[in-house]
Nanobody, 124 residues
Framework: QVQLVESGGGLVQAGGSLRLSCAAS????????VGWFRQAPGKEREFVAA????????AYADSVKGRFTISRDNAKGTAYLQMNSLKPEDTAVYYC?????????????????WGQGTQVTVSS
């Protein structure tokens, strides 16, 4: 079992930045691929970014490329999502998900664990 806890969300003006954290406990964090997903009201959950076990491979949704950066610190058991140049359309609940297989995975299906989410609101 892996427990994931997201933090770092909040209210920010358009053009601002936030850094989300995903703290993991329960198992060796370095054995889990991590993905960030988001869900806006009335919409389906969508892929944002993903990172492999070592952090050597990453993937991003087209909508966030060049603005968001995913990273991880396995020693701290934490993954991060640095979000810059935020736009109102980035407003959503952001979820961290973990999967026991190495790689980068862009669909929520197949992830084994996820957190409770953290709200990000970007005002115009």
């Amino acid at each position: 079992q892996v427990q994931l806890v997201e933090s770092g969300g909040g209210l920010v003006q358009a053009g601002g930045s936030l850094r989300l954290s995903c703290a993991a406990s329960g198992r060796t964090f370095s054995w889990y691929a991590v993905g960030w997903f988001r869900q806006a009201p009335g919409k389906e959950r969508e892929f944002v970014a993903a990172i492999s076990w070592s952090g050597g491979s990453t993937a991003y949704a087209d909508s966030v490329k060049g603005r968001f950066t995913i990273s991880r610190d396995n020693a701290k058991g934490t993954a991060y999502l640095q979000m810059n140049s935020l736009k109102p359309e980035d407003t959503a609940v952001y979820y961290c998900e973990a999967r026991r297989i190495n790689g980068v995975f862009t669909t929520s299906t197949g992830y084994d664990y996820w957190g409770q989410g953290t709200q990000v609101t970007v005002s115009s």
